[in-house]
């Protein structure tokens, strides 16, 4: 069946550094949803990417949204401990009667 | 303005018993989706309902089921409890339903274990 892909599945980060989580579709994604759960808590919403080759910036994490649709980014620059958790990817797939579709996670932690 | 309230936070059942959970949507959202989350498969689509009618179903068996009142509150039945049904059950609203891209509020979720 159709899944959306994440990788990596965890990234232990230095704290100032700058680090990337790839989100992949077998299949065109309407939009591409990013989220960030904290440990113990729960997703909380951060953006939508809904134009092919969008890109789209909150303080330090940029969000690419893929020429096909099918694929897309978080980049976050200068981590800081306040970035530990787990972020989501959620796709729309259309060709799936338009479910919303997460991606497995990438955990982040990040070393002082 | 109130977030996604979910009740209970914790709920400590035994197999074959049969639980019932609620979500109280932020106000205004008519759209509220359920979703299973286990460390080892994810985020997990239940349903979505919408105007009290169920709109998009996940692949999970007959024994999960769902309703949304008019005031948009909803609940979510498990029949039957196995072990396996042990997991984080979170509920989220939004504006519209989630094919016109409206993004997801969470709920805190509602802890099941099943023993």
């Known amino acids: 069946g159709q899944q959306v892909m994440q990788i990596p599945q965890y990234q232990h980060v230095q704290e100032g550094e700058d680090f990337t989580t790839y989100c992949n579709s077998s299949?065109?994604?309407?939009?591409i949803q990013w989220y960030k759960q904290r440990p113990g808590g729960h997703p909380v919403f951060l953006i939508q990417?809904?134009?092919?080759?969008e890109v789209k910036k909150q303080k330090r994490l940029t969000f690419q949204f893929g020429e096909a649709k099918k694929n897309s980014s978080l980049h976050i620059t200068a981590t800081q401990t306040t970035d530990v958790g787990t972020y989501f990817c959620?796709?729309?797939?259309?060709?799936?009667?338009?479910?919303?579709?997460f991606g497995g996670g990438t955990r982040v932690l990040v070393k002082p | 303005k109130a977030g996604v309230t979910q009740t209970p936070r914790y709920l400590i059942k035994t197999r074959g018993q049969q639980v019932t959970l609620s979500c109280s949507p932020i106000?205004?959202?008519?759209?509220v989706s359920w979703y299973q989350q286990t460390p080892g498969q994810g985020l997990q689509f239940l349903f979505e309902?919408?105007?009290?009618?169920?709109?998009n179903k996940g692949n999970f068996p007959g024994r999960f089921s769902g309703r949304q009142f008019s005031n948009s509150r909803s609940e979510m039945n498990v029949s039957t409890l196995e072990l396996g049904d042990s997991a984080l059950y979170l509920c989220?609203?939004?504006?519209?339903?989630?094919?016109?891209?409206?993004?997801?509020?969470f709920g805190n979720g509602t802890r099941l274990t099943v023993t």
């Open positions: 989220a609203s939004s504006l519209g339903r989630t094919e016109n891209n409206s993004p997801l509020h």
């Open positions: 299949t065109t994604l309407s939009n």
């Open positions: 990417l809904v134009k092919s080759g």
């Open positions: 959620a796709g729309l797939i259309k060709a799936a009667g338009n479910k919303l579709t």
């Open positions: 106000s205004g959202h008519r759209s």
């Open positions: 309902y919408f105007s009290e009618t169920q709109r």
